[in-house]
Structure formats: structure tokens, C-alpha cells
């Protein structure tokens, strides 16, 4: 077998990684044709074809997801050793990207994060709104923002936030046209936003505990969102109730524009937690900015 170029071999893990040949070339920095024709000469080297191509991207075959799995450990390791080599060299530096909820990102991590980058100008910090429970590493996200009791075992996790209550409102005009709800189970009748989840396709269920019972409901409206601050403008203009965190409401509630039905039925749950895969050598990037986000518990300082 004549000799194989580690460059593109590079150039495959990124294709089978982004199943998007578009997408892997402006990884890469080439054009789409080059990297196309990059792939086919490796195949041809192989005598193997690695990829499955089609009108809506690219997928390994059974020899490219295997190829992929031996070749991926490797070139995130050459990858950290660059990019710590690269750190070594002055102020930490270099993208750390994590996978987040827009509540998370708008109340912890920009606040804790954004003092940073003045004090680090090597630093970039990108933060991905997600609600899709994605796979960080293959997705090659440093970290990811989950709840406490959402976060998977294989993970280390770290509480970045306290507790916090997802509470149900609406305005005082949708309120005048019908009784409140007295329990979860009254939702059935009101007009309520639902949430579509990326991860299933599915609407999320409202979660609610009193007295060590727990219920979700399965409400139903005609708003269907993909957003918090969706749900929010939905009950803000009177279409429905929304089910919103409670420091997100927490003005329109002082002010009238929001009234909280459903009180007694919606205690706290588990804070917003870092996490991120167990490694043996952590970036001094990722360390700030590890540091920068623990919580610190005000009771117990």
C-alpha cells in the first residue's frame, strides 16, 4: 500500500465527524471540491470506500466508522498537545466552546464568563444555545450546562448555579377569561405554551412535586415553541401560560404585566451544573475559566 498523507487522514476524521463535507471544509479552510477530492484519494489508497454520500450530507460506511473510531482518539490527543503547547507560550488562549441552555447562558455564564475577555485577549469564549441533550464529545464541545439531576454519570460535573424553581404564569387578561388552575391537573383545560424539545421531537412535559408527589402533565395550546423567551412573549401578550424559570419573570411579576398560579406545586430544583469528559490534561483556558464559573454557596461562605 503506498504510503498514506496524516493530513488526509485529518481530513477524514473531520468529514465523518461533521457528516457535512460543506461544513468540514470551512473547518479545514479548503474548498468543498478539495476536500471531496481529498477523501476519494484516500479511499482510493485504502481500496476501501469510507463514506456514504447523499442529496442531504455524508455518513461513514462500516469501514470509515471504524476507521474514524480508531483514528479519533489520536487526533484529539495531537490536537491537545498543540493547543496546550500553543497555551504554554503566554496568558491562557484558545476557543473553549460549551453547549448551553439560553437561561444558563444569559444568567451565569456571560456574567461570570465576559470579565474574562478583556483580561485574556487570547481567550474566545463561544457559547451554543442548545436544548437538545447532545453528545459534547462528539460534537467536540469542551463543556456542556445541564441541571443537576440531568447530568450523564460518565461526566464531571460541577455546580455553577444555585437552585431554582420553574414556576407557571400568565397575564391578568388571560386569567379574566378563566379560572386559574387549582391543581396541575386543571391544566388540561387552559391554553398552555409548549416547549419542543430537539433531542426527541417531543413536547416537554411541566414537572410538578407537593407533599412527596411528583406529576408531569402533558399540557396543550396553540403556541409551540422551541425557546424560553418564546414561551415567556406567549404568555406576556395573554395567548397562554408558560412554565419559565422563576428569576426570568421575576420583574413582571412586581409589576402586574405576570401573575404565578400554581404556587405550592412547583419547589425548587437541582442548579445549573458544568459538565465535561474526565481528562488528564486540562487546558489552562479551560481551568480559568473552571474557576470562574464554580458556585460558591452564599449560606455556607
Not at 469564549?125 to 447532545?134: C, D, G, K, L, V
Not at 424560553?228 to 421575576?250: F, W
Not at 412547583?266 to 473552571?290: E, M, N
Request: with cysteine.
Amino acid at each position: 500500500m503506498d504510503r498514506i498523507d496524516l493530513n488526509n487522514l485529518a481530513a477524514f476524521v473531520v468529514v465523518a465527524r461533521e457528516r457535512s463535507f460543506t461544513r468540514a471544509a470551512a473547518r479545514v479552510g479548503v474548498s468543498q471540491s478539495a476536500l471531496s477530492h481529498t477523501i476519494r484519494s484516500l479511499e482510493e489508497k485504502l481500496g476501501v470506500r469510507l463514506l456514504t454520500r447523499s442529496t442531504r450530507g455524508v455518513s461513514p460506511t462500516e469501514a470509515g466508522e471504524k476507521l474514524y473510531e480508531d483514528l479519533l482518539p489520536h487526533y484529539e490527543g495531537i490536537a491537545a498537545g498543540l493547543k496546550t503547547l500553543s497555551e504554554g507560550r503566554g496568558k491562557p488562549g484558545g476557543t473553549i466552546r460549551i453547549s448551553a441552555h439560553d437561561h444558563a447562558a444569559s444568567t451565569i455564564l456571560w456574567p461570570k464568563l465576559s470579565p474574562l475577555l478583556p483580561a485574556y485577549p487570547d481567550l474566545n469564549i463561544e457559547i451554543a444555545i442548545s436544548y437538545a441533550m447532545i453528545d459534547i464529545v462528539i460534537e467536540r464541545y469542551d463543556a456542556g450546562v445541564r441541571l443537576g439531576d440531568r447530568v450523564a454519570k460518565d461526566m464531571i460535573a460541577m455546580r455553577i448555579g444555585p437552585d431554582f424553581r420553574h414556576i407557571v404564569v400568565g397575564a391578568p387578561a388571560y386569567l379574566a377569561q378563566r379560572s386559574g388552575p387549582l391543581v396541575p391537573q386543571d391544566l388540561v383545560s387552559h391554553n398552555c405554551a409548549n416547549l419542543r424539545l430537539a433531542t426527541h421531537g417531543g413536547l416537554y412535559a411541566w414537572e410538578f412535586a407537593r407533599d412527596g408527589k411528583e406529576l408531569e402533565i402533558q399540557v396543550q395550546g396553540q403556541v409551540i415553541v422551541n425557546t424560553t423567551p418564546q414561551m415567556l412573549a406567549a404568555a406576556l401578550g395573554g395567548y397562554a401560560l408558560a412554565y419559565v424559570p422563576e428569576d426570568l419573570v421575576s420583574g413582571y411579576l412586581k409589576d402586574g404585566s405576570l401573575v404565578q398560579v400554581l404556587a405550592e406545586w412547583c419547589p425548587a430544583t437541582p442548579g445549573y451544573h458544568l459538565y465535561y469528559p474526565s481528562r488528564k490534561h486540562t487546558s489552562p483556558a479551560f481551568k480559568l475559566v473552571i474557576d470562574a464559573l464554580r458556585y460558591e454557596n452564599p449560606a455556607q461562605s
